[in-house]
């Protein structure tokens, strides 16, 4: 074992917990850890915090081959985008898209 961890959390607001915009993953074993912020301000920031610590910890990207990298990130960017069902989205956050 690599590392010991214990992990807190508390939503901004304790009536929405589900609104919670961070995220963190944990490999001990291997001694990997993501944290992400996902910044309340932009739109889908939770999900996308999700993706990148999970795909961090299960796939870490190859940092030192830029061409590497950007395909590691636009598989993110997909999974992200494929996740909102846009039909839904009021006409004010479609911009943000």
Request: hydrophobic share 45%; glycine share 6%; with cysteine.
């Amino acid at each position: 074992m690599r590392f010991l961890s214990r992990t807190f959390w508390i939503a901004k607001d304790r009536d929405y917990p589900d609104e919670f915009q961070d995220a963190f993953q944990l490999d001990p074993v291997r001694g990997v850890a993501a944290i992400a912020d996902g910044v309340s301000s932009a739109i889908y920031s939770g999900p996308w915090a999700r993706i990148l610590t999970q795909a961090v910890v299960a796939e870490p990207p190859p940092l030192a081959d830029g061409e590497a990298f950007c395909a590691w990130l636009a598989r993110r960017r997909a999974a992200w985008s494929g996740g909102i069902d846009r039909s839904r989205l009021d006409w004010r956050l479609r911009p943000k898209m």
